[in-house]
């Protein structure tokens, strides 16, 4: 895959991909995402133990999904300037799980790709799957660092799983998007580009990806 040369609206969107996979991830240009900071649940070498759910995770049974949808409500009549800020409140109640032992290790597979230890995040991210299999973020968040370890098919499969949790996972969508350019489906790409503008209609360097796409395959059909 490419680690050098990245067009930079696809750099764009997957700063999206990463502000809602980690805090603070590194991009394969080099550069770092910001991102929300992911819930804390205790000190970051504290052990994980089981506990009880204090709530339900976003997307779970009982969640407050009213919440989401008012969100979601707001983004799509965002304008450019308040996107960003709705898409992060969107990703914040996402990363909430209901457990503090698993928004420890959510939070322990950010702190490990922001410092590029991408084999340590696969380990927390699978910790957090294997004790949480419902909570989208886990998947969401290993096929992130799947992707920076240079491993597209674990990290597309992964983000198949995320989707399928949550499909308006707009974050997921457009690592999605990302990779088939990489393999060279822009048809697949554009049409994952224009689900989430569907969804944002401003999301950060979408639509400027989806017009260069749709001039590549305009220009390829003469």
């Known amino acids: 895959?490419?680690?050098?040369?990245?067009?930079?609206?696809?750099?764009?969107?997957?700063?999206?991909?990463?502000?809602?996979?980690?805090?603070?991830?590194?991009?394969?240009?080099?550069?770092?995402?910001?991102?929300?900071?992911?819930?804390?649940?205790?000190?970051?070498?504290?052990?994980?133990t089981d506990d009880a759910p204090a709530t339900p995770a976003p997307g779970a049974p009982g969640?407050?999904?009213?919440?989401?949808?008012?969100?979601?409500?707001?983004?799509?009549?965002?304008?450019?300037?308040?996107?960003?800020?709705?898409?992060n409140r969107i990703a914040e109640m996402w990363s909430r799980s209901g457990s503090t032992a698993m928004d420890l290790l959510l939070r322990r597979g950010a702190d490990a790709m922001a410092a590029g230890d991408t084999p340590l995040a696969i380990q927390h991210y699978s910790a957090l799957i294997d004790h949480a299999p419902e909570f989208a973020e886990g998947y969401n968040g290993r096929a992130t660092a799947f992707y920076l370890a240079g491993q597209i098919g674990p990290s597309l499969a992964d983000i198949q799983t995320t989707l399928a949790l949550n499909p308006r996972h707009f974050g997921?969508?457009?690592?999605?998007?990302?990779?088939?350019?990489?393999?060279?489906?822009?048809?697949?790409?554009?049409?994952?580009?224009?689900?989430?503008?569907?969804?944002?209609?401003?999301?950060?360097?979408?639509?400027d990806a989806a017009r260069r796409l749709t001039v590549t395959l305009d220009g390829l059909a003469l």
């Open 1 to 48: 895959m490419r680690r050098s040369g990245i067009n930079p609206f696809v750099t764009a969107v997957a700063l999206l991909w990463a502000t809602c996979g980690a805090a603070q991830v590194p991009m394969p240009d080099g550069g770092t995402a910001p991102g929300f900071e992911v819930p804390q649940g205790g000190a970051p070498d504290a052990p994980v």
């Open 63 to 87: 969640a407050d999904a009213a919440a989401l949808d008012a969100l979601f409500a707001e983004l799509a009549d965002a304008d450019p300037e308040a996107t960003p800020g709705i898409q």
């Open 172 to 207: 997921a969508m457009s690592g999605l998007a990302v990779i088939l350019e990489e393999l060279d489906r822009p048809e697949d790409a554009l049409e994952v580009y224009d689900r989430i503008l569907g969804i944002a209609p401003h999301a950060e360097g979408v639509a």
